[in-house]
């Protein structure tokens, strides 16, 4: 799992958006705190720990000379889990900071 260097303001704006729509926490509440990161690989089935871990060490080895990843995040997309499959179901303009 990938973790950013800073995650103060992913975890600033998560938040935000807990305080204001209360209802839907991330993950359904099932964790007590939020840590940011990217996800590689998701519901392999039959994969062991040392599988995730190959799959982590494949992915820095070829991602390793773009890192550090910089960007200016300008809006956000809200997917929704329908069928089995995650479908971006709005857009949201982030305000200039």
Not at 38 to 67: C, E, K, P, W, Y
């Amino acid at each position: 799992m990938a973790r950013p260097d800073d995650p103060a303001p992913i975890v600033a704006l998560t938040e935000t958006l807990v305080r204001t729509f209360p209802g839907y926490a991330p993950y359904g509440g099932a964790y007590d705190h939020i840590t940011p990161h990217l996800t590689l690989a998701h519901n392999l089935a039959g994969a062991s720990q040392v599988d995730l871990d190959r799959i982590d060490a494949a992915f820095l080895a070829d991602v390793r000379a773009h890192l550090p990843i910089i960007a200016t995040v300008r809006d956000v997309a809200l997917y929704r889990e329908e069928d089995q499959r995650w479908r971006r179901t709005a857009e949201f303009a982030l305000a200039p900071g």
